[in-house]
C-alpha cells in the first residue's frame, strides 16, 4: 500500500516535470532555453525587510523622559538592557525546565519498552 502511495506521488512529480520541460522553448540551441516571465516567478524573493533599530541611537534617552507619577500608571521606562534581560527570563527558565526533564527521563526503560515493543510487532 505504502508503495503504492509512493509511486503515485513519484509520477505525479514526474508529470510536473515532464510538463515544466516541455513549456521550455528552445530558438536557438547555443543560446539555450527560452524561459517566460513568470517562469521563476515563485523562485524569486520579492522584498526584504532589516530591522537596524538596536543599531540607531535614541533621539530622547530614558533620562530625558518625564514621568508623572500622579497619573496612577504602572508604566515607567526602563533601560533597554533591563529590558533585553526580562525578554529572555521566559527561554532561560524553559532551558531549565527541559534540562530538568532530561535528566529525570529514564532512557534505558524507554530503550527496552521499544525494544520489546519491536519484537511483538
Known amino acids: 500500500m505504502a ?3 509512493i509511486s503515485q506521488i513519484v509520477e505525479v512529480h ?8 516541455d513549456s521550455l522553448k528552445t530558438t536557438d540551441s547555443s ?3 527560452v524561459l517566460g516571465d513568470d517562469f521563476s516567478s515563485g523562485l524569486m524573493r ?4 532589516l530591522d537596524l533599530s538596536d543599531m ?3 533621539l530622547f534617552p ?8 500622579n497619573v496612577g500608571s504602572m508604566v515607567m521606562p526602563i533601560d533597554k538592557k ?6 529572555r527570563q521566559p527561554r532561560k527558565l524553559a532551558k531549565k525546565d527541559l534540562l530538568e526533564l532530561a535528566e529525570s527521563e529514564n532512557t ?14
Open 3 to 5: 508503495a503504492k502511495a
Open 14 to 21: 514526474v508529470s510536473r516535470a515532464n510538463d515544466i520541460l
Open 31 to 33: 543560446n539555450g532555453p
Open 46 to 49: 520579492q522584498s526584504m525587510s
Open 56 to 58: 540607531m541611537e535614541d
Open 62 to 69: 530614558a533620562e530625558d523622559c518625564q514621568v508623572n507619577a
Open 82 to 87: 533591563v529590558a533585553k534581560a526580562i525578554a
Open 108 to 121: 534505558d526503560l524507554s530503550q527496552k519498552a521499544i525494544a520489546h515493543w519491536m519484537q511483538q510487532h
